[in-house]
């Protein structure tokens, strides 16, 4: 269930591959429907879904970020610039479920942990979701759960030292 720390055209990148006990066309819905990533991305969507299309992110308390787009293949990839990052959702049938590989491609290595326990906790909110589950909003702050993954990353190696913001 952890993420892996990887190196991707160079770049820093962190990966992870749940199984999933519901159809491609559910988590299809999860992951590119603002209304469902409500439930758990940790941003206010805007999407035009479609190759090229403009995204945006609200992250409340009046930071934004701009992005845009750059493969869909529904209901199988959705890959978006996130800022200067890139993030990709691929969807594969196994069994009467999926298999959701979500890569996060980043700037800077330092940031690694850090991201790669925001995602942990985004992705469990997921699955939460897509069982029926109530799930806490996305927070603006790290919570005791995001502490215990990132301290997990670190202690796997994941590189880490990029600031952490404070609990709102």
């Known amino acids: 269930m952890h993420g892996t720390y990887e190196t991707i055209d160079g770049r820093p990148a962190v990966r992870f591959e749940r199984r999933l006990a519901h159809p491609v066309e559910k ?9 469902e990533l409500a439930h758990w991305f940790p941003a206010t969507v805007t999407v035009d879904l ?14 934004t ?15 978006f610039r996130w800022g200067t990052e ?3 959702f ?10 959701l590989t979500f890569t996060h491609v980043l700037d800077e290595a330092d940031t690694a942990a850090r991201n790669a326990a925001g995602w942990h906790v985004c992705l469990d909110r997921l699955a939460q979701r897509l069982a029926g589950e109530e799930t806490a909003a996305p927070g603006s702050g790290p ?20 600031p952490i913001p404070e609990q709102a």
């Open 27 to 35: 988590v299809w819905r999860a992951v590119t429907e603002p209304g």
């Open 50 to 63: 479609q190759p090229g299309g403009a995204m945006s992110f609200d992250f409340g308390g009046g930071m």
């Open 65 to 79: 970020m701009e992005g845009a787009v750059t493969e869909l293949d529904p209901p199988r990839t959705f890959a």
């Open 86 to 88: 890139h993030l990709r």
């Open 90 to 99: 691929e969807l594969e049938p196994e069994g009467d479920g999926c298999r």
């Open 143 to 162: 919570t005791e759960e995001w502490r215990a993954h990132y301290e997990e990353y670190q202690r796997r190696g994941v590189p880490a030292g990029a």
